[in-house]
């Protein structure tokens, strides 16, 4: 499974659906790293020399490190919602289909209305370089 990186904006519960699903998630309260305003571009790196993918909520500043040419070991974008269990069975999902390791690549939970549905879905998006 995946061993992830919390940034300290993702949610507990997200971070315990992970879990449930057998990931390493490693948050920053864990790490010794929280409350201390860490630069992003430092949490990347510290995610990086652990090899650990940064999992956070934090879209532009992360998609730019990212966009940036900065080599990381992956990075997850993930949406502000409640369905922390849609959101984790999505990301997983999605690691285990994929061919492909996750190093210097960003992947971005979002929601996806389907049309004259009750329900939204959540889906994958990877950012390019």
Request: hydrophobic share 35%; aromatic share 6%.
């Given at each position: 499974?995946?061993?992830?990186y ?32 860490i ?90 370089r």
């Amino acid at each position: 499974m995946a061993r992830f990186y919390s940034n300290e904006n993702l949610p507990i519960d997200l971070v315990n659906a992970l879990r449930e699903l057998d990931h390493d998630v490693l948050t920053s309260y864990e790490a010794g790293q929280a409350n201390q305003q860490i630069p992003d571009a430092d949490v990347l790196t510290y995610a990086t020399t652990n090899r650990r993918i940064v999992i956070t909520l934090n879209r532009k500043d992360f998609i730019a490190l990212h966009q940036s040419g900065i080599q990381h070991s992956g990075i997850i974008i993930c949406k502000e919602d409640r369905d922390y269990v849609g959101q984790a069975q999505t990301l997983h999902d999605q690691l285990l289909t994929s061919e492909t390791a996750l190093s210097d690549r960003l992947l971005r939970v979002q929601k996806q209305n389907r049309s004259q549905a009750h329900q939204q879905i959540f889906v994958i998006r990877e950012y390019s370089r």
